[in-house]
């Protein structure tokens, strides 16, 4: 299982980016994905899940109206839309495979990560 995320970068408060996630090794279409962040010296936290079909979509409070989560089983892709960014949302991003079709914002429920993408926002 690889899983490779790109499209960090800086981003003005108030600004929008957006997140790639290469996922390869296992049936990308036959399960959950997610997008969870971690801030130096904290916990990672949950962001957005996708369930197998992307029929399903749940985020953390945080974002919601704000981020989306689509996902492209022909391209073996999730992605994250992020606008109306803040600092506080100044993390490194990091891209995880469920352990069934079923999303879920359990950080337990992942068995794969990659390496993740470092998200400035900054003035």
């Known amino acids: 299982v690889q899983l490779v995320e790109s499209g960090g970068g800086l981003a003005q408060p108030g600004g929008s980016l957006g997140l790639s996630c290469a996922a390869s090794?296992?049936?990308?279409?036959?399960?959950?994905m997610g997008w969870f962040r971690q801030a130096p010296g904290k916990e990672r936290d949950f962001v957005a899940t996708i369930d197998y079909s992307a029929y399903s979509t749940d985020y953390a409070d945080s974002v919601k109206g704000r981020f989306t989560i689509p996902r492209d089983n022909t391209k073996n892709t999730p992605y994250l839309q992020m606008n109306s960014l803040k600092p506080e949302e100044t993390a490194t991003y990091y891209c995880?495979?469920?352990?069934?079709?079923?999303?879920?914002?359990?950080?337990?429920?992942?068995?794969?990560w990659g390496q993740g993408t470092q998200v400035t926002v900054s003035s």
């Open positions: 995880g495979r469920g352990t069934s079709k079923r999303l879920t914002p359990r950080f337990d429920d992942y068995t794969d």
């Open positions: 090794g296992f049936t990308f279409r036959a399960y959950a």
